[in-house]
């Protein structure tokens, strides 16, 4: 398989095969953006490299946060996009960058608005709030899965008139003189080359999180940890950039989840310790708030004996969880334990249950948490548990963008007709895996590839000047 490059001059056979606007990826961002475009009549091409659109969006739970959408003001949320703004920006300790953080957060209501004007069905998530957003906005399909989310959005792109081409994994970017992208190259499985035209290019198609070299390089706390994404990201966004002079912005950042179920291989939703569940090591004990977020929680995770820990709950939040399809998946594949009491449970654990005993004796509103978390409530037994460890799921830095989704030179200034969003480009997160709101990654495909419709749509009405 051939690296990623950027190639000057005239694309052999671009003339044969051309488009106004190509998209490379089809997750939820390209999707996104395809369906905008095709529903406004401008002839666009995905080009996917799997047999059918997945990537990280398919992978995630396929919540995505937005402010003042019609179905969130159907179901009497008050909110708006400053708030959303204002709790992104908390997050991130003032970090993530403001003119991104604007503009997704104002195009967040519109685009979901357009989708479900093509029959993605959206409910509010409800029951709890994830950490950080201070009003219910995580938007689900009733599935509740990406997988159902991604399935949803391809049927709208293509039902609008999108051409999605699978199996087709680009590698070669042309460029002119005047470093306007002309065309795509995409290597096919009997490794011949298909060349399409195109006069805008939108990459929406990965971070880096399954390139090892990248990840150690950028996110050294992540260098052993399994990492839970799409194997896709292997930072092809990020060679073309470099090699068109782009700037980068946010390698630091990404999202990772100290809830992933070992040795099953699944998530374990962060509802489980919204709700008043616990995280305990092999000593018995407690080692972080874990209403901060699951993002870092993967580095307190990694932090501890084994890189190992157990998600404690009772039978409230069992009931809760098991509205959640990945937690039906790992139920199923035997990770989760119930234990009668203190002393089954430690022996689960391997800790000392006198240790344990005084874990859990400390969990309660009216016991001073020495690590500073806040309970409504007692745990019950019996006790359910489930073995975790940290995970990487994907990375939130890339090419650096401007507000309408540009890709921006070395200085500063835009290139002429690439646009990037979702993985490929910065996010909204900082550059610190603390700075992940939960929803930052679908919000960023999902906004972007709105925002990168629109502005792709005016260069090719403007005639890309």
Not at 370 to 393: D, N, S
Request: glycine share 14%; hydrophobic share 45%; net charge negative.
């Amino acid at each position: 398989m051939s690296a990623p490059v950027v190639r000057r001059g005239a694309a052999p056979g671009a003339d044969a095969m051309h488009v106004p606007v190509a998209i490379i990826g089809a997750g939820a961002c390209g999707l996104t953006a395809a369906l905008r475009l095709a529903s406004a009549g401008i002839e666009t091409v995905l080009i996917e490299r799997d047999a059918a659109p997945s990537g990280s969006s398919a992978l995630s739970s396929g919540f995505i946060p937005a402010a003042g959408s019609a179905v969130q003001r159907a179901a009497g949320i008050e909110d708006d996009a400053q708030r959303f703004a204002a709790d992104i920006q908390a997050k991130a300790g003032g970090t993530a960058a403001p003119d991104l953080v604007a503009a997704y957060t104002g195009a967040a209501a519109a685009a979901m608005d357009t989708l479900a004007r093509h029959g993605l069905a959206f409910e509010v998530l409800d029951g709890f709030l994830y950490p950080g957003h201070t009003a219910r906005r995580m938007h689900t399909l009733p599935e509740r899965t990406g997988a159902a989310l991604v399935a949803a959005l391809e049927r709208a792109a293509t039902g609008a008139g999108a051409y999605l081409l699978t199996r087709a994994l680009a590698r070669e970017i042309w460029v002119d003189d005047g470093g306007r992208v002309t065309a795509v190259g995409c290597e096919r499985p009997d490794g011949s080359m298909d060349v399409i035209g195109c006069d805008a290019l939108i990459l929406a198609c990965n971070g880096f999180g399954g390139n090892a070299a990248m990840v150690g390089r950028y996110l050294p706390a992540m260098r052993d940890a399994i990492y839970g994404g799409h194997a896709g990201n292997d930072g092809s966004a990020i060679e073309w950039g470099t090699q068109l002079g782009a700037r980068l912005a946010d390698l630091g950042g990404y999202q990772g989840h100290g809830s992933w179920a070992t040795p099953q291989g699944a998530l374990i939703s962060w509802a489980v310790m919204m709700d008043g569940g616990v995280q305990i090591n092999r000593d018995g004990q407690r080692f972080h708030d874990e209403t901060h977020g699951y993002s870092e929680a993967a580095v307190h995770v990694l932090a501890q004996p084994g890189s190992v820990a157990w998600n404690v709950f009772d039978d409230r939040t069992l009931a809760l969880a098991r509205g959640f399809p990945d937690f039906v998946l790992a139920e199923s594949g035997q990770a989760l334990k119930t234990c009668a009491g203190v002393a089954e449970l430690a022996a689960l654990i391997g800790c000392d249950a006198q240790v344990l005993h005084r874990t859990l004796a400390a969990v309660g509103p009216d016991v001073a948490d020495p690590l500073g978390r806040r309970f409504e409530r007692v745990l019950q037994a019996p006790y359910h548990a489930v073995k975790v460890t940290g995970a990487l799921f994907h990375t939130q830095g890339g090419l650096d963008i401007d507000a309408q989704c540009r890709v921006l030179g070395q200085d500063g200034r835009a290139l002429p007709n690439l646009l990037a969003a979702g993985g490929a480009a910065r996010g909204v997160s900082g550059n610190d895996v603390s700075g992940y709101l939960s929803g930052n990654g679908l919000l960023s495909a999902v906004a972007g590839g709105h925002i990168a419709a629109a502005t792709a749509a005016a260069l090719l009405e403007r005639g890309l000047d």
